[in-house]
């Protein structure tokens, strides 16, 4: 799990339907954040989730943290084709983010 | 929405040369990162910068890798003398404080191949 791989690697889902998403980490975090990167693209921000923080919402995106199990989760509700991308969390300590392995959300028209 | 962005987005360059990886980050930003991601891989960090120094290195940022803020907009990232395995894309990152708060925002990377 990410510091890390996240949970799945690949997710395929109909369009309008909700996809989740896992990570955990292993080391202590001031935050966590959430990544999304389309093909040959930069990383584009979605939302950070700091670490006295148990869940916040942005639009369509939920994101969960759960310190005790070092786990995050996202979940991106009524999707959309354009949400169509590879989405990574990254933990945020020692100046530095570390990044999981990612994963990629195909969405069916 | 100001945005961080890099030149140039493809670059090739001959084993053993010298490339530089030119980054403009949003302008009121203080802190500046490297990042690579080799095809199919984690991204990976390299370094952050502030206040004119280097903050952070990872491993992966040896005596070949410096970066530079040589006036108040640009940031470089310079490789000496290049390897195969330095073919990676290269991403620039800036935030406006160390990163507890505020996110680091992306440009969209230099795809560098070397030869």
């Known amino acids: 799990s990410q510091q890390g791989e996240e949970d799945p690697q690949a997710l395929s889902i109909q369009e309008g339907e909700n996809a989740t998403m896992n990570c955990s980490y292993k080391t202590s975090i001031n935050n966590l954040q959430w990544y999304r990167q389309n093909s040959g693209r930069g990383l584009v921000h979605l939302i950070l989730?700091?670490?006295?923080?148990r869940e916040k919402h942005s639009g369509r995106l939920r994101v969960t943290l759960d310190t005790s199990k070092k786990s995050s989760s996202l979940l991106i509700t009524a999707s959309r084709a354009a949400d169509t991308a590879s989405y990574f969390c990254?933990?945020?300590?020692?100046?530095?983010?570390?990044f999981g392995t990612g994963t990629r959300l195909t969405i069916i028209p | 929405e100001p945005e961080v962005t890099q030149t140039p987005s493809h670059q090739v360059t001959q084993m053993g040369q010298e490339v530089i990886l030119r980054c403009v980050p949003i302008s009121n930003h203080l802190y500046f990162y490297w990042y690579r991601q080799i095809l199919g891989q984690k991204v990976e960090f390299l370094v952050s910068?502030?206040?004119?120094?280097?903050?952070?290195k990872s491993e992966i940022f040896d005596d070949q890798f410096s970066v530079e803020r040589p006036d108040g907009s640009n940031f470089t990232l310079k490789i000496r003398s290049t390897k195969l395995e330095d073919s990676a894309m290269y991403f620039c990152?800036?935030?406006?404080?160390?990163?507890?708060?505020?996110?680091?925002?992306f440009g969209d990377g230099t795809r560098l191949s070397i030869l």
């Open positions: 910068f502030y206040n004119n120094e280097i903050s952070e």
């Open positions: 989730i700091r670490s006295n923080e």
């Open positions: 990152a800036s935030s406006e404080d160390r990163g507890r708060v505020q996110p680091q925002h």
């Open positions: 990254a933990t945020f300590g020692n100046e530095k983010l570390t």
